[in-house]
T-cell receptor
């Protein structure tokens, strides 16, 4: 099946630092999504990307849809304590019977901010 | 505007029992998808429903079933519960069947 390889697995950074994470796949996708999940909560959509090469910002967050359509990147500038959480990339896959697209998720990047 | 809502928030069952989880999508959204998330992993796709019909199914056994009602709310049923079914069950809604999905807070199921 389709897999999304997300890295790094975890990041320990200082408050105020910039953060970069990425997601790669051997498959081509037409949409890339980035979510943040806090403990005990559902994932919250941060950014949606729909076009190869697209660069989209949401406040301090910037995400890019790779030109090969096989990867995506998320950057967080000037990190603050509330950025702590797990960041997931996701992309629509095809069910085994070719049915509607469920989302395939990476394993997540744990962001930990040291005061 | 209310987001995706799920009930109950937590549930404890024993092996062999059956469970029903409920989801109400964002107002105006017609598609609901269900995901299972075990600790340390990303969500895994179970089902997608649109206009009361199953549109997609992930790699889950037949013990898992779902349905969607005329008001677009949905139920996920799991029969003959196993210890391995313990997980956070997430519901996501989308306007139609496009890929951009918005998640609810989840139902945490513990099977003893």
């Amino acid at each position: 099946g389709q897999q999304l390889n997300q890295s790094p697995q975890s990041m320990f950074i200082q408050e105020g630092e910039d953060v970069s994470m990425n997601c790669t796949s051997s498959s081509i996708f037409n949409t890339w999504l980035w979510y943040k999940q806090d403990p005990g909560e559902g994932p919250v959509l941060l950014i949606a990307l729909y076009k190869a090469g697209e660069l989209t910002s949401n406040g301090r967050l910037t995400a890019q849809f790779g030109i090969t359509r096989k990867d995506s990147f998320l950057n967080i500038s000037a990190s603050i304590p509330s950025d702590v959480g797990i960041y997931f990339c996701a992309a629509p896959g095809r069910g085994s019977g070719g049915g509607a697209d469920g989302l395939t998720f990476g394993k997540g990047t744990h962001l930990i901010i040291q005061p | 505007d209310a987001g995706v809502t799920q009930s109950p928030t937590h549930l404890i069952k024993t092996r062999g029992q059956q469970v029903t989880l409920r989801c109400s999508p964002i107002s105006g959204h017609k598609s609901v998808s269900w995901y299972q998330q075990v600790l340390g992993q990303g969500p895994q796709f179970i089902f997608q429903y649109y206009e009361k019909e199953e549109r997609g199914r992930g790699n889950f056994p037949d013990r898992f079933s779902a349905r969607q009602f005329p008001n677009y709310s949905s139920e996920l049923n799991v029969n003959a519960l196993l210890l391995g079914d313990s997980a956070l069950y997430l519901c996501a809604s989308s306007l139609l069947t496009e890929e951009t999905q918005y998640f609810g807070p989840g139902t945490r199921l513990l099977v003893l």
